[in-house]
């Protein structure tokens, strides 16, 4: 694995990961700062650029915090075909690119797909000498390939991804069409996280809009159901959607950010 010293914020870093064809350069850009350091972990088809990474730039330099943003193969400014990605892939590029960090302590913001790559991450904590702390999850869709999308396809759209391996559907997000492949979704069943009970090890904060047509609030309910009791919380917004990116939506997020980092602080003396 090769690591690019430039790490500044105009000229991401970069890390060469895997093998053969598998081979990928993913991008990352690090603020340093005390700790925890944040971890941003995109949706499905966001980049490191969006709204909410950015505002927890902010929100990093403001609390003199350490913040680290990445782009999943395929995605944004990172190397790869966006549909050669899975959820296991791109869960192993947060691997390497927090392997790269040297931190001890992180907090793992997941937005919407994110959130399913922080809860693998964690089910994966004994490989990390870094301890993550806590989570705070932002509209997330753990499991949506077998428990959200599956369920909305036709039956001709099944068919079609069995035959040809890849369906593309219209993107109420981007001109562009979404793409869903058959080694998505075969993927998506090896890394199925509400089957049983995950151990996070560490705090949990989900925020969820009540008026999201992607992801339903009745999904973050039921991943409530597969987290300890102690320490996890579950924010509904009344009339919150998809995105969560509208200046109030962001101050919750600040504001459930700032309590974790606190808590966090506060157990470690």
């Known amino acids: 694995m090769a690591q690019s010293d430039d790490t500044t ?15 990928r350069r993913i991008a990352y850009r690090v603020r340093s700062g005390n700790e ?18 950015e505002h927890l730039l902010a929100f990093a330099a403001e609390h003199e915090l350490g913040y680290c943003r990445l782009d999943y193969s395929g ?28 931190a001890k302590r992180l907090v793992l913001v997941g937005s919407s797909m994110g959130a399913w790559i922080a809860l693998r991450l964690v089910q994966r904590a004994a490989e990390f000498d870094t301890k993550i702390a806590g989570m705070l999850l932002l509209a997330p869709a753990p499991d949506f390939t077998e428990r959200l999308l599956s369920p909305k396809l036709s039956p001709e759209q099944h068919a079609e991804i069995a035959a040809n391996g890849l ?19 075969e993927d998506g069943r090896r890394n199925l996280v509400m089957n049983e009970l995950i ?13 999201d047509p992607d992801v339903p ?7 409530v159901d597969h987290l300890p009791f102690h320490g996890t919380v579950l924010s509904l917004v009344r009339d919150g959607d998809h995105r969560l990116s509208r200046p109030q939506d962001l101050a919750l997020i600040s504001r459930n950010l700032l309590d974790l ?7 470690t003396g």
Do not use: N
Not at 36 to 53: C, E, F, Q
Not at 261 to 267: A, D, L, S
């Open 36 to 53: 925890p350091t944040i971890v941003w972990l995109g949706g499905y088809r966001s980049d490191m650029r969006g709204t909410k990474a």
């Open 167 to 185: 369906l593309k559907v219209p993107s109420e997000y981007s001109d562009e069409p979404d793409i869903y492949t058959r080694e998505l979704f």
């Open 75 to 102: 995605h944004g400014e990172s190397g790869g075909r966006f549909e050669d990605g899975t959820i296991g892939s791109w869960t192993d590029d947060a691997a390497a690119v927090i392997r790269s960090l040297g």
């Open 9 to 23: 914020l105009d000229t991401p870093g970069t890390l060469e990961i895997g093998e053969g064809p598998a081979r």
């Open 217 to 223: 609030y009745e999904h973050a309910l039921a991943l």
């Open 199 to 211: 151990d996070t090890g560490c705090p949990v904060t989900i925020i969820q809009g009540m008026a």
């Open 261 to 267: 980092v606190e808590t966090i602080r506060g157990e």
